[in-house]
């Protein structure tokens, strides 16, 4: 598969199809994110040791389930604030979402991890978001079925996450995902998105040429199919239509990082 140019929250990334073996698909790098937050607590002034630990004495003593869901709550909202670390901050509003059990907490804390992940370089992060994003997708489905968001969600969870590790089989339980949805509703531009980069990470181009520009066709701003569709021409061998995509989406980002790299990404073309 040619190199495709990866546009996620505004920033680009090449990557290549991996080929997979017995070895490396056993040797998941795991990220230990208990082990993270206690290394981390390392670091806090003595009176937000003490704010901590009283939070955690909450979740451990606590009655009932909502004093439990409180205190994960205000430990996720303590390492977001006052630390700004992004890791405890997903898995304590996780936890909250799991023991809460709503469609509302379930899905905010899903799209959290999702969003981390799309842009997420570190492969045990990576396998620890993706892992948690498709549990919170899955319970958040029990309780809505017919909710094609979330499926759209948890579709996405294998395509950026699990797939992109190189596992083409997990590539492919995001696209029957997706399909599931496009099927039920072809104008869903979410699910067309999606899957055009499932066509891309799986090396079938032309079908991501054909969904990626049935999206720009329907919203002519979305920048993020625009940057993708450019990525499918260029893995298409079409250069001329690959440079004329990223110009567009260059004038749409407008952005000097992003024109620095897709700069790049043009000359390299040339």
Known sequence: ?????LFIFGRTTEVKKPVITPEAASN??????????????Q????????????????ISRGDVPAQQVTAYDGLADFWKDSV???????????????????EKKLTFAAQLFLDGLRGEQDEARLNWETSEAIGLFER?????????????????????????????????????????????????????????VGGLVSGQVDKALERLQRVVKNQPDN??????????????????????????????ANNPHYTEEVDKRINSLK
């Open 43 to 58: 670091e806090l002034t003595p009176s937000q040791a003490l704010y901590v630990t009283k939070l955690e004495n909450g």
């Open 1 to 5: 598969m040619a190199v495709v140019l």
């Open 140 to 196: 958040a489905i029990k309780l809505n079925p017919d909710n094609d968001d979330l499926r759209v969600g948890l579709g996405s969870c294998y395509i950026f996450g699990k797939g992109r590790s190189g596992n083409p089989q997990e590539t492919m339980k995001g696209i029957l995902e997706l399909l599931a949805v496009a099927r039920r509703d072809s104008n869903n531009m979410k699910a067309q998105l999606v899957l055009g």
């Open 84 to 102: 700004r670390a992004f890791e405890p901050y997903l898995f304590y509003t996780s936890e909250a979402a799991k023991l809460d059990n709503s």
């Open 223 to 252: 920048l993020e199919a625009i940057s993708f569709l450019a990525d499918a021409y260029a893995a298409k061998g079409n250069k001329d239509e690959a440079i004329r995509w990223y110009n567009i989406s260059k004038r749409l």
């Open 28 to 41: 998941v790098k795991s990220f230990d994110v208990k082990q993270f937050i206690e290394t981390a607590k």
